[in-house]
């Protein structure tokens, strides 16, 4: 993969000894997913330690006999190395990897980074017409006067 997502809140983390996912709740609010819910999409970075996720939890785990998991996180590894946010950390990828206390090095993964695709008026006008024709029959995106999809001007 060429280009790798930045994970935000929201992501899908799994670890490899749970039995469930949990999602990632990002402790920083100085920095946002540039995206229409950037308000909600903080962005997750190396200084997620501890107990980063909504609800604690990965089910079941492996290493404690199959009783309830409470996930530790030690640290990060993977990260975006060359932007550093205020709070010291680095930014997560979608490949980045956690490493808990209980499970050891590293056990947990994102499974889906927490950011959502939107279609901007710029990619609209630049796509291929007979393409977007074949794909949405019912509405030519090229139409100044379709109000159908109102798509933001600067996203």
Excluded at 90 to 113: M, Q, W
Excluded at 118 to 123: D, E, I, P, Y
């Amino acid at each position: 993969m060429s280009e790798k997502h930045l994970v935000c809140s929201g992501a899908v983390c799994q670890c490899k000894f749970g039995t469930t996912p949990d999602k990632l709740k990002v402790k920083q609010k100085g920095y946002y997913i540039n995206e229409t819910d950037a308000s909600k999409k903080a962005i997750a970075n190396t200084m997620d330690v501890g107990q980063p996720f909504e609800s604690n939890t990965f089910g079941s785990c492996k290493k404690m006999n199959n009783n309830p998991c409470k996930p530790a996180i030690t640290k990060w590894q993977g990260f975006y190395e060359k932007v550093n946010l205020q709070n010291g950390g680095k930014p997560l990828l979608e490949d980045s990897k956690a490493t808990c206390a209980v499970g050891g090095s590293p056990c947990i993964d994102i499974t889906f980074h927490g950011q959502t695709a939107n279609v901007t008026k710029q990619q609209a006008e630049k796509g291929n017409e007979d393409v977007q024709a074949q794909l949405n029959i019912l509405v030519n995106l090229k139409e100044e006067e379709n109000t159908i999809l109102l798509i933001p001007e600067n996203t």
